[in-house]
C-alpha cells in the first residue's frame, strides 16, 4: 500500500513536469511582438553623424534549435522599410544553428522599401534601398534596443551605418 502511493506520487509529479516543461516550449516559441521607436546616429569610423528617428514595429522569433529572428516593420527619415521574408540569414547546419542560437545572435533579413517588396531576390534588393540589421541587443524582455548597427544601402551612394550604443562610440 505505501508503495503504490508513492508510485502514485512519483507519476503525479513526473506528469506534472512534463506539462510544465510542454507549456513552456509552446510559450518560448510563441512570437514577440514590440514597438518600439529610438535615435540612431549615423557613423563613420568613430565619427558621429546626424541622428535619425528609428521607429520599429517588430516581431521577435524565438527557438530552440535556431537563431532569434527579426521581422517587421522599420520607419527611419520618413522611409517605411518592411522585412523581406525569405532571405535571412540561414544556418549550414543543424549544428550551425545551434551556435548561433546559443551565442546569442539575433538576426534579420533585409528591410526593403514597402513599395518594393516584390518577392525578388537578394542580389535585387541590395541593388535597392535597403536596411540590414548587422547586430543588435535588447534590455529587458525586449523593451527596448541596448545596441543596434543597422546599415543602409543606398542605390549609386556609399552605404551609411547607424548606431544606437553611444556610449562604446564615445569611449565610456
Known sequence: MENAKKTRFWRWAVGILLAGLALFVVWYH???HRTLEVTAYETD???IG???VLQMDITINRSFFRGTVVRG?????GVSYVSARGIEPKPSSFL??????WSGIISSGYFVEAER???LGIATYMMEDSLFIVDVSFRGF????EALLLVRR???APSVCYTVDLPTLLGN
Do not use: F, N, Q, R
Not at 550551425?96 to 542560437?101: A, E, R
Open 45 to 47: 569610423y568613430d565619427v
Open 30 to 32: 510563441i512570437p514577440i
Open 142 to 145: 525586449y523593451d527596448s534596443i
Open 96 to 101: 550551425d544553428g545551434l551556435k548561433t542560437k
Open 154 to 156: 543606398i542605390p549609386d
Open 117 to 119: 517588396l516584390a518577392g
Open 73 to 77: 516593420t522599420i520607419e527611419m527619415d
Open 50 to 52: 546626424a541622428p535619425a
